[in-house]
Structures are given as structure tokens and as C-alpha cells.
């Protein structure tokens, strides 16, 4: 992803070169949404991608001299936040999954036609970081990224095949909450009438 | 939930996944912005500091010292070319004077003061009458000098010029173009172009008042403190930043040189008298040793006077002038020990009443009182100054209460060399 950066981030990449804090405070705002979402997927926590992606930034701020100004800015932060998370995965060891279903509430049964409908955003990332990690790693760099199975297994430190298997376990454990998620919102339903 | 309905999750999930966009965290930035390094701050004297007032107190001094010199060359050029407009009639002045024409230029010039005058001695006044009393000499050497003429243009018809000039403004004389005229028919009878030239120039820009590009006064000051201010030891705030407040009554005199006043035929004109009153009321924000800020404002009165002869009957008068002025002295003062301090900074000096009693010319030879307004401007201030101050060296606190009775007070004489510049100034206390 080449030449795609805007004036605006341009200007902003110049005034951070210079050490102008209020530049780094502007472009940190202006990828705040889309560096917290990257971070958001590979994490369980809001609180862990807030620490990944500060981590991320700090990386950014401290590397910038070494970009290349002809390549993605976005893309350049977006692979540095994901090398953090799959850092910040390497150095957990939590390795167990945790149900949350304090957003259950926020998926619409009654209207439900498909299941493209009936999932907010919060739901959707509530299933995918209640994924065991590795499954969320792997889920998130192959469907998500884009990586090869190669690429992520290189990155993990896995077989390809195991790879392959973890993104299959991730797909059905993403099925099976999302059933489990609509069979308790339908409880909740018709305990309220 | 089908194939199909499975391949429309997935796809909504990854769409939803890489679409989403979370709201902005101020205090996330905050946990940041407290880990990233520092940027260094400017420091007090960085260079952009140091070049700002550079090219400010360059450009002042350019300003004081070529500006006017650009005026009067712009005026000596101007007169020149009269000056050799009028070259014809020169020679044939004797001529000129003597025709009937003297009787339609009084006629024509009839409403007019310093024309009626002029005609008036035009009617009076002979040729060899007028190079006999007073232009014979000049007019001798002049003659020998000058040219052949070059323009065949009669006396009248440049007076008549001029005076069709002046009537083109609403009937407002315009002082220099009175100026011109008057001065073109009288000085022209036996001065060198030169000086003649001179002569315009100075008495074209003597409203303007302002002549100081180079002055050397000796002042003695007196400083009275006015009573009710409050005041604390020297002691109480040695070494710490030091707030002073000052009064000053300012009483001086000195001389002042200036180069372009010529219009005396006298060897002394560089030099002139010189007396200033003022009020100067000072605030100044230093430390004992350090740097501080001081802001002043002075009302300052001056009357100088000079003798002028007249170039026409070798009259001898005297012509004085006054100027008021606010004067802002805005410095940055360095004191890095007790007996020596540099101030650099900027004075603008803002005349707003000059009037004077100048030598018009011979016909006008009692002068004429002339309040100008309209050459208010901005002046850096050009001196060198060597003389004594008397003044109270008290601190002045902010704290109300801390006063001491007037009986505390004492005088601190000491003596100063302070040379200035463009508003650089370097103040040496003596003792």
C-alpha cells in the first residue's frame, strides 16, 4: 500500500519529525479509532489494547525518523500495533477463555432476519476477543490481516497445519458463541413478557 | 444457521472487525504523552531571540541615521534642480528686476504675504542696491563659478509658477512651496548653489525638528522621588529580583550636533544648546544580577536656539525651536554586576508639538511661529551621553507594608557614561 497518505497526515508526520508535541498528540487522535480497533481485536481486554496500542504509538513516535514516506502511514502503525499484540500474546499467560456476556443485551433477536443483523459491533468484538488467544491470533491475522497461514505461523511459532487447525477451531467456537449468544438473548426475551 | 448465513456471518464479522473505529481517549494520550520524551524548551536566549533584536536594532539605526540623510538628499536634489532653473535668471537679475514686470508680479502675487513682501522689495530694493549690502562677495564668487545659464525662465515667471501652485491648493499656503519661491528669489542673488541648496534643504526640513543623528549631550539630572511610594531596603531584596519604580524629574542641557543645520553664515552651527525637561516615570523588573525588563515613559521638553544671519541683509537673529515628545524607552537590562549594567533595547520617541521661530528669509525676517503636527513619527534615539545622575537608589516593593519614613531617604550620586545607538545602550556607572 503505497502513496496513500494524506496532506493531513503528512503534515502531521512533519511536525512529529520536528518534535512538536502537539503534532504527535494530533496524529496519535487522528489513528486513535483505527489503532485501537487492530489492538481491540488481538486483546481480551479494552484496558490490554490500550496498553498495546500506547505501546505501539510509543514504537511509532520513536521510529518514525525511519519511515518511509512513499508507504501507508496507516498501514505502517497498523503492522506495528499487531506486532505489539502478538507480542503482549507471547508475554501472557493467559491462556483461558472467559465468558463475557455483559453486552448480550445489545443484540436485536426480535428483528433478527440474519445474523448480519442481529450483531452490533460490541457483540462482535466481544466474540472475537472471548476467543482462547491463539485462536484470536489466528483468526485475526488470516481473516482479518490477511497474513498466509505460512506468514502467521512464522509469526506465532507454529506449524502451518497448526495454524490451520486453530483458525478452524476459532471459526466453530466463533459459531458456537454466536448460537449460545442468540439462544441466552432470546431467553432474556421471553422472560421479559 | 446455513452455509450461506455462515459465510454472511464471517464476512459481517470481518467487516465489522476492520471498519470499526473507537472514539477518541484524551487520557489515553495522557498515559502516552508522560512517557515520550521531552522536547527541549527554547531557552531565554535562543538564537531567534537574539536575531529578532538584531535586525530590530539594525534596522533602528539605519533608520535614525540614513533616513533623514535620504530626505535631505532628496531635498538638496530638489532644490538643485531649482537652483539651476533659476541659474538664467540669476545672471540677468539686474536686468530683470529693473523691467516693468516688477509691477505685474506684485500685482499678481497681491494676496499673498511673503509675496507682497517680496515684490515689495523687488519694488524697493534695487539689483546693485541688493548685491551692494549684502550678496557682493558671495555673488562675486558665484559669478565667477557658475555656468552660463540654462534655463531662460524669468524670475516672474517662476514666482508666478509658484503661485499658481499655491492657489491650485484651495488657497492653503503650503509652507514649503513658499518656501521655495520665496527663497528662489531671494537666495538665488549671490549664494553659490551649494549653499543655496543647503540653505532650502535646512529650512524644508527644520519642522521636522528631529535633527539628532548624532548629539552629544551633557546632562545633569536631578531625580526628585515623590513621597507615598513604598519603598524597602536594598538589603531585603539583594539577590533577588528587584522591582524598582522611579520618578524622575529630569533637568538637563547639553549640546547638540547636527550636521544639516547650515543656515548661518556664523562658523558655529554644529553646535547648539540644547535644554530638556521631563518627567520620566520608570518601571524596571531585574534581578540583582541578571536579566530584567524595564519600561519607561518620559515627557521630555527641549528648546534649543541658534543664530542665524540673514543671507540676504547679514542680519543677525535668533532662531529658536521647541519640541515635546513622549519618549518609551523599552529595554532588557543585564546587570551582571553592581557598578555596570547593559540595557539593549528601544526608545521610540514620539514628537507630537514642535514649534519653532525660524528665519524665513530676509523679507520675513521676524520669523514665523509655526505649530507642526503633521510631522509626528517614530525616531530611534541617537546620543552619546556622558554626565551625573542624582537619583534615589531605593528599591521600591510592591508590598504595602513595608514603608519606611521619608527620613530614610538619601540621595546616591553617582556619576554615568551612556552611550546609545540605535537603541543599544551601555550604561557605565563611574562611582
Known amino acids: 500500500m503505497a502513496g496513500a497518505n494524506t496532506d493531513i497526515e503528512l503534515q502531521l508526520l512533519a511536525g512529529c519529525l520536528k518534535g512538536d508535541s502537539k503534532a ?30 500506547n505501546e505501539s504509538f510509543f514504537k511509532v513516535f520513536e521510529n518514525l525518523k525511519t519511515f518511509d514516506k512513499t508507504k501507508s502511514l496507516k498501514a505502517w502503525i497498523s503492522r506495528i500495533v499487531t506486532n505489539h499484540a502478538i507480542d503482549f500474546y507471547r508475554s501472557s499467560v493467559r491462556q483461558s477463555i472467559v465468558q463475557h456476556t455483559e453486552h448480550l443485551e445489545n443484540i436485536d433477536v426480535a428483528s433478527a432476519e440474519s445474523p448480519a443483523d442481529t450483531l452490533h459491533a460490541e457483540a462482535i468484538f466481544e466474540l472475537v476477543q472471548n476467543l482462547p488467544d491463539a485462536q484470536r491470533l489466528v483468526f485475526n491475522l488470516y481473516e482479518i490481516d490477511g497474513f498466509t497461514h505460512e506468514e502467521v505461523a512464522e509469526q506465532l511459532g507454529i506449524s502451518v497445519s497448526g495454524s490451520r487447525a486453530t483458525l478452524h477451531r476459532a471459526k466453530q467456537r466463533l459459531k458456537l458463541s454466536f448460537q449460545n449468544m442468540i439462544g441466552e438473548a432470546k431467553k432474556n426475551y421471553e422472560s421479559k413478557f | 444457521m446455513n452455509l450461506n448465513s455462515e459465510d454472511q456471518f464471517f464476512n459481517h464479522i470481518k467487516h465489522s472487525l476492520r471498519t470499526q473505529e473507537f472514539a477518541y481517549q484524551p487520557e489515553h494520550w495522557n498515559e502516552l504523552a508522560a512517557r515520550l520524551p521531552k522536547q527541549a524548551e527554547p531557552k531565554f536566549g535562543a538564537a531567534w531571540f537574539y536575531n529578532l533584536l538584531g535586525v530590530c536594532l539594525a534596522g533602528l539605526i539605519i533608520w535614525a541615521l540614513f ?18 532653473a533659476l541659474g538664467g535668471s540669476r545672471n540677468n537679475k539686474s536686468h530683470v528686476l529693473k523691467t516693468s514686470e516688477n509691477e505685474n508680479i506684485s500685482h499678481a502675487l497681491s494676496q499673498k504675504d511673503e509675496a507682497q513682501v517680496l515684490c515689495a522689495q523687488n519694488k524697493n530694493v534695487s539689483s546693485q542696491e541688493a548685491s551692494d549690502k549684502s550678496l557682493k562677495p558671495k555673488s562675486q564668487e558665484w559669478l565667477a563659478d557658475r555656468k552660463q545659464p540654462q534655463n531662460s525662465k524669468t524670475i516672474s515667471e517662476l514666482i508666478l509658477a509658484q503661485d499658481n501652485k499655491v492657489e491650485d491648493k484651495s488657497g492653503l499656503i503650503n509652507d514649503s512651496e513658499l518656501l521655495l519661491s520665496s527663497a528662489s528669489g531671494m537666495t538665488k542673488a ?38 507615598g511610594l513604598y519603598q524597602a531596603n536594598d538589603a531585603n531584596l539583594t539577590a533577588n529580583t528587584r522591582a524598582r519604580f522611579q520618578l524622575l524629574a529630569v533637568l538637563g542641557g547639553g549640546f547638540t550636533h547636527n550636521n544639516f543645520v547650515r543656515h548661518s553664515l556664523l562658523p558655529s552651527p554644529n553646535w547648539q544648546p540644547q535644554a530638556n525637561a521631563g518627567l ?3 518601571a524596571s523588573l531585574h ?145
Request: with cysteine; aromatic share 10%; hydrophobic share 40%.
Open chain 2, 67 to 84: 533616513l533623514p540623510y535620504n530626505q535631505l538628499e532628496n531635498g538638496l536634489l530638489a532644490n538643485q534642480t531649482n537652483q539651476n
Open chain 2, 190 to 227: 549671490g549664494l553659490s548653489n551649494e549653499f543655496a541648496a543647503n540653505d532650502m534643504a535646512t529650512l524644508a526640513h527644520l519642522p521636522i525638528g528631529v535633527l539628532r543623528q548624532r548629539e552629544l549631550e551633557l546632562h545633569k539630572i536631578e531625580a526628585l522621588r515623590l513621597p
Open chain 1, 24 to 53: 504527535q498528540e494530533m496524529l496519535y487522535k487522528h489513528f486513535y479509532g483505527y489503532g485501537m480497533s487492530v489492538a481491540m481485536r488481538y486483546t481480551r481486554h479494552r484496558e490490554d489494547a490500550k496498553d498495546v496500542f
Open chain 2, 287 to 431: 534581578r540583582q544580577s541578571g536579566i530584567g525588563m524595564s519600561l519607561g515613559l518620559l515627557y521630555a521638553f527641549s528648546q534649543s536656539q541658534d543664530r542665524v544671519v540673514s543671507k540676504i541683509t547679514g542680519q543677525e537673529r535668533t532662531s529658536t525651536m521647541q519640541f515635546h515628545w513622549v519618549k518609551l524607552p523599552l529595554c532588557v537590562v543585564w546587570q551582571a554586576h553592581q557598578k555596570w549594567q547593559v540595557r539593549s533595547g528601544v526608545a521610540f520617541q514620539i514628537p507630537f508639538i514642535q514649534q519653532g521661530h525660524y528665519w524665513r528669509n530676509a523679507a520675513n525676517a521676524t520669523g514665523e511661529r509655526k505649530i507642526m503636527l503633521e510631522d509626528q513619527s517614530l525616531r530611534g534615539y541617537v546620543s552619546l551621553e556622558a554626565g551625573a545622575v542624582y537619583h534615589i537608589n531605593k528599591v521600591l516593593s510592591l508590598e504595602p507594608h513595608i514603608s519606611y519614613p521619608l527620613s530614610d531617604l538619601r540621595l546616591d550620586p553617582s556619576t554615568y557614561l551612556r552611550m546609545s545607538s540605535g537603541g543599544l545602550r551601555l550604561l557605565v556607572k563611574l562611582r
Open chain 2, 280 to 282: 520620566l516615570l520608570q
